[in-house]
């Protein structure tokens, strides 16, 4: 089962911020945080990831709660392109089954004019 | 990241046959996994395959529906064995390139068995 929770959908206007919430409370040290989205008929494309530090590059920001229990992700300037499935995934630091990519059910983002 | 060319992009099949879907891969990599994404669902880890070795299957799935080959470091296929309706699905391969922290995915196989 995924060890990520978030909301199944998220509304945001074109040009504004798109922050997108997840909870993993039970995430343990040796753990990343992973975000990936899906654009309709595509395979997931990989955003960013994070252990504890905050994150930036030049698709999105990953702010991650100093306990570590929660994430958010950060569009700063959210265009019609970025309407997609976003995912939230734990995955294990050192490989093995516990390195293996589960997905959630993700959050829908619908960019809107 | 590596470059993944998944082949049939989409079929059609008869209940009671089989569909092998290749993976080719632009550069070695160790590991290659296999997705299933059912219609309006998430995706669902099948197996992962590593050269020289049996594929390790999630719960669930099992070799003989879903054998796995794993020949080289650039390639590997995915068998739907004996379909019925509910294969039905899109299947994604995917792998970790060397020194990149990303999975790369497929672009996928839209399979209907009718």
């Known amino acids: 089962d995924a060890k990520t929770t978030q909301p199944p959908s998220m509304d945001c206007a074109e040009g504004r911020a798109a922050n997108l919430p997840c909870n993993h409370s039970?995430?343990?040290?040796?753990?990343?945080v992973y975000w990936y989205r899906q654009i309709h008929s595509q395979g997931p494309q990989y955003i960013i990831h994070?252990?504890?530090n905050n994150e930036t590059n030049e698709m999105a920001s990953l702010i991650i709660t100093e306990d570590r229990k929660s994430s958010t992700l950060i569009l700063p300037h959210a265009t019609l392109r970025d309407t997609a499935v976003y995912y939230c995934?734990?995955?294990?630091?050192?490989?093995?089954?516990?390195?293996?990519?589960?997905f959630g059910k993700g959050t829908k983002l619908s960019v809107k004019p | 990241s590596a470059v993944i060319s998944q082949k049939p992009s989409r079929d059609i099949c008869q209940r009671g046959t089989s569909l092998t879907i290749q993976c080719q891969v632009d550069?070695?990599?160790?590991?290659m996994f296999w997705y299933r994404q059912q219609p309006g669902q998430s995706l669902t880890l099948i197996a992962t395959?590593?050269?020289?070795?049996?594929?390790?299957?999630e719960s669930g799935f099992v070799i003989d529906k879903f054998p796995i080959s794993r020949p080289n470091l650039t390639f590997s296929t995915l068998t739907v064995s004996n379909m019925s309706p509910e294969d039905s699905s899109i299947y994604l391969c995917?792998?970790?390139?060397?020194?990149?922290?990303?999975?790369?995915f497929g672009s996928g196989t839209r399979l209907t068995v009718v």
């Open positions: 995917s792998v970790q390139p060397t020194g990149y922290y990303g999975y790369t």
């Open positions: 039970t995430i343990s040290g040796n753990e990343y």
């Open positions: 994070g252990l504890k």
């Open positions: 995934i734990v995955r294990g630091r050192y490989g093995g089954s516990q390195g293996n990519l589960i």
């Open positions: 550069s070695q990599v160790t590991m």
């Open positions: 395959a590593n050269q020289g070795s049996e594929a390790t299957y």
